[in-house]
């Protein structure tokens, strides 16, 4: 069972992995015996991030704003070793009553959440390609939300990009399969992370009251899920979303 979830020389990019949901991955796949290689828009907190993710295993990072192509093409530019797992996690929301709703948070949060996304798996692709094989497919995995799943209030453009990055999703891992590179969606549900911090802090217990298991995540949920798409045990699971939510989306009303 250890061998089955072993990614000993295996690398991987998470993106946004210097804090929240891509820290609790980028753990996980260096627990796992994955090198990894993170990003995030301020170079002072990939640096930070490396320093404490480099007692857990080999990790570098890039300073990278990924809402845009070109920084896209460039993060992988710089990778200069074989990828075998992609984690797009990178993301941004926004929140606003609909008259209110300002266009730029329309522009600010698909490109980032959606438009990068395909763009980096597109950048990264002669890399997956290099290392994929039949029995050992390469990986992309792309972190969604509940939010693209159940029905939010008034994050539009959020639940609209997620929506979006799901059914991109399964659009790749049938394009991709063919080609050996298996492409899931994560959709979390709440979790311990900036983004999130002012909806826990107001509401953590009702949150948690709500979900069936009665918790909000854990760290280690979310490297679970990302152990188990990226290793042997996952290696015939694609087009698949995944939510790791304490089955929230199963309540009615959510």
């Known amino acids: 069972m250890r061998g089955l979830f072993d990614l000993t020389g295996k690398t991987a990019l998470v993106t946004g992995g210097t804090r929240g949901i891509g820290m609790m991955i980028a753990r996980g796949l260096l627990d796992a015996g994955a090198k990894v290689h993170i990003s995030s828009r301020k170079p002072e907190a990939v640096e930070e991030a490396v320093k404490v993710l480099s007692a857990l295993g080999e990790v570098s990072g890039t300073p990278a704003d990924l809402s845009t192509r070109d920084e896209c093409e460039r993060l992988i530019s710089v990778l200069d070793e074989p990828l075998h797992i992609l984690v797009n996690n990178a993301g941004a929301t926004w929140g606003a009553t609909l ?7 329309w522009d600010k ?3 980032l959440n959606l438009k990068g996304p395909f763009y980096l798996t597109r950048a990264a692709l002669p890399l997956l390609r290099a290392v994929a094989t039949p029995d050992d ?3 992309v995995i792309n972190i969604g939300s509940i939010d693209g799943i159940a029905v939010p209030q008034n994050r539009y453009s959020y639940a609209a990009s997620k929506a979006g990055l799901h059914q991109l999703t399964r659009v790749l891992a049938r394009e991709l ?3 050996h590179i298996t492409v899931n969606a994560v959709a979390p549900g709440p979790f311990e992370s900036k983004m999130m911090a002012a909806t826990l802090a107001a509401a953590g217990e009702q949150i948690a ?4 298991l009665g918790r909000i995540g854990r760290p280690d949920d979310m490297a679970g899920i990302a152990v188990y798409l990226s290793s042997r045990a996952g290696s015939y699971v694609t087009g698949a979303v995944i939510p790791v939510d304490g089955g929230i989306t199963t309540v009615v009303g959510f």
């Open 99 to 105: 008259e209110d709703f300002p266009d730029h948070a």
């Open 109 to 111: 949060v698909l490109d």
């Open 137 to 139: 497919p390469a990986r």
């Open 177 to 179: 399969g063919p080609q």
């Open 209 to 212: 009251a709500m979900a069936p």
